[in-house]
């Protein structure tokens, strides 16, 4: 496997379930956060990524299972925008600890906890070495954190998203299903999104392949993976756009 191209500025979507741990499924496990807050405030310290973040909710509340229950989808998705904001604040405290400075930016406004998205703001806060926390998603129901990293990717002129998962790249069946499932080193989106293969939600690679925006698949919480998929090390599988 050859080596990819290094990253300056990034764009890190951890979902929900990266701050839980596994075996008990939802809620915040704070030495998890912990563990990735650390390797990412090293990252920014020892190579000055640029890194901006978007958090996901759902270890905590995501819209279409809550309005399966029969709640309005748009107050449902609301409090999946909420949860994000939870994770957002907790992943923040643990980075300033790990000993970055920060930012964290909602698109809902709640100045009290933080600061509004403002696009500008964001790429200078960047500019200067500080961590930049996107929480609320996109403020608009009906959209997930997938579509939001997409969105604030292409907004901050991040070179990529890095998306962490569970897995340590995109397959072409369920590895966990599948002990024959093979994975793809790369892979273009189209393929991807035709194969229905698990790498983000439909809107969101169709805003990467139509903008040229990269996704990097790999496992989070594998120690240094996330220095070595900025470092441009094949670790996990890139989606071409
Ligand atoms: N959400 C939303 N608009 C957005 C982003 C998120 O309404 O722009 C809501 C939606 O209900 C979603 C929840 O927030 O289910 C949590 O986000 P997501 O499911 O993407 O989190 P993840 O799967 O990454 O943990």
Known sequence: MTNRTPYKRVLLKLSGEAFSDPKVKGGIDPSIVRQ?????????????????????????FRGNSLSATGMDRSSADHMGMLATVINALALQDALEKAGAETRVQSAVSMQELAEPYIRRRAMRHLEKGRVVIFAAGLGAPYFTTDTTAAQRALEIGAEAILKGTGVDGVYDSDPKVNPDATRYDEIAAMSALNQGLGVMDA?????CMDNGMPIVVFELLCEGNIRRVVRGEPVGTLVTA
């Open 36 to 60: 990735v807050a650390r390797e990412i405030a090293d990252l920014q310290a020892s190579d000055g990524t640029e890194i901006g973040i978007v958090v996901g909710g759902g270890n905590i």
């Open 203 to 207: 809107t969101a690679i169709s805003l």
